[in-house]
């Protein structure tokens, strides 16, 4: 068993490139390739909000029952940055993510991956130290 324990959930921070401009500025295509990402990760959708920004932008999140996919794109760089959060085992977010990339004809992306929901190894030595102090626990 693993100290720390099981992270709550996984966080995917991805820089996407040189993807399509006009993929990146049209509300409607961002949504449509958001939602589809949901959808194939395995997520559960809840809620959707997108906004295109003037003179050019998108931003949005969908909303998933595992947490959230977030995307806020700047057309004129051809630049994307992407937020994956998926709590538990049930959704794969590298799956949203390869899905994104390949559907804004993206050439390039970096993602970092966050264990989230950790447990604080301080906090974690403190509840042990009174466990073996105190029998009835």
């Known amino acids: 068993m693993n ?57 949005g999140v969908v909303v998933i029952s595992e947490s959230h996919l977030t995307i806020h794109t700047w057309p004129e760089l051809g630049y994307a940055a992407v937020d994956i959060f998926t709590c538990g085992e049930r959704v794969n977010p590298w799956e949203a993510l390869e899905s994104i990339t390949q559907e804004l004809d993206a050439e390039e992306a970096h993602a970092m991956e966050i264990s989230r929901g950790m447990k604080n190894l301080s906090r974690l030595r403190k509840k042990m130290d009174t466990q073996r102090h105190d029998p009835e626990t």
Not at 16 to 41: F, G, Q
């Open 3 to 59: 100290v720390l324990g099981n992270p709550l959930g996984v966080q995917l921070l991805a820089e996407v490139w040189e993807c399509n401009p006009e993929k990146l500025n049209d509300v409607a295509t961002v949504e449509a390739i958001m939602v589809r990402a949901a959808e194939k990760s395995g997520a559960d959708i809840r809620e959707i909000v997108f906004h295109r920004f003037e003179p050019q932008g998108v931003s």
